[in-house]
């Protein structure tokens, strides 16, 4: 294991085993790296757009579900988690998530990637049994951060969601930046389409809601990964602000809204993005509200059948 990958914190209710992965990774980047993603017009007023400067940082995030090595898209070796690896250094992130990880990669990441730390954090399973990838490590939650941010895996950690009995129980997986007031956290919810598993994503949300509101109370925070739900659905009502409408009563702006900075829109659906697997969107990049979105888009990938989701925002600093 490379010296600076380290395992996350365990919640109260994890069983120490290895299981299934997520990881999150987001970067400072000058603001003018990317174009404006246009709004859909008309458009009703929205906030000021956030200047980079002395008192806002520009960040670039991303999220990325790396399908745990399936051979469908790719072979069992490090081709996955060395594209990735050069997808970094190009997109240059503060912070990035990447869901159905595998342990071993997150090693190679933290290895070939020098100014940052990567956070592993195993899913277990109800029956206790590790979770693999398709190759032989261990296949879980992950976050990879820029070491200059002032995160620290201590003050963090793996929080389960509460999912269904006899399933792979799914979790959000959080790390804070005194310095800076943040909180990145990745998550991975229940995937299928039974009504049993429909109500197991609600709950799963409202627990993560729960967790943001209380945990991470004070901090401006950062929820990204793969709900495996699209936007409509009621699930994303915990993480969508109540100006998006619909139902909605969380506290996030939505990096990849066709509405950009604004959260409701008489012309389109803003509870909306560019699909994330096959026709659908079901990862995010949920950001405080105050952000300055400057743009988003999705990356293919070979190695999955997901495409990474990717974003540039402006937020103002906040003392720690």
């Not at 495996?228 to 009563?249: I, K, L, V």
């Not at 105050?290 to 070979?302: G, P």
């Amino acid at each position: 294991m490379a010296a600076s990958t380290r395992f996350a914190p365990p919640s109260s209710r994890r069983r120490v085993v290895l299981a299934a992965a997520s990881l999150v990774l987001l970067v400072g980047l000058p603001s003018s790296a990317a174009p404006l993603r246009a709004n859909p017009e008309p458009a009703p007023p929205g906030p000021a757009p956030i200047q980079a400067g002395p008192a806002a940082t520009t960040y670039r995030l991303g999220t990325f579900n790396m399908a745990g090595g399936n051979p469908k898209y790719g072979t069992a070796g490090d081709e996955a988690a060395d594209d990735f690896v050069r997808t970094v250094k190009d997109r240059r992130p503060a912070f990035v998530s990447i869901q159905e990880g595998c342990q071993d990669w997150t090693e190679r990441l933290d290895s070939r990637l020098p100014g940052y730390t990567a956070v592993f954090d195993p899913v277990v399973p109800e029956v206790g049994t590790p979770a693999k990838c398709w190759h032989d490590s261990a296949f879980g939650n992950a976050l990879l951060y820029r070491d200059d941010l002032g995160f620290t895996p201590e003050a963090g950690g793996g929080h389960d969601l509460g999912s269904p009995a006899g399933r792979e129980q799914r979790e959000i997986l959080c790390v804070r930046s005194q310095a800076r007031r943040l909180a990145v956290c990745s998550i991975h919810m229940s995937s299928g389409s039974a009504p049993e598993l429909q109500e197991a994503r609600r709950m799963e949300a409202a627990e993560a809601k729960r967790l943001l509101a209380t945990t991470y109370r004070g901090y401006q925070k950062f929820l990204m990964g793969d709900i495996n739900t699209t936007p409509d659905a009621a699930p994303t009502d915990s993480f969508y602000h109540r100006d998006y409408g619909d139902g909605a009563a969380g506290e996030f702006k939505e990096a990849d809204s066709p509405c950009g900075n604004h959260m409701n829109n008489w012309t389109v659906p803003c509870r909306a993005g560019e699909a994330t697997f096959g026709l659908k969107k079901i990862d995010y990049l949920f950001v405080p509200p105050s952000a300055t979105v400057n743009w988003s888009e999705t990356e293919h990938s070979d190695y999955s059948d997901h495409d990474s989701l990717w974003a540039e925002i402006v937020l103002r600093d906040r003392a720690g």
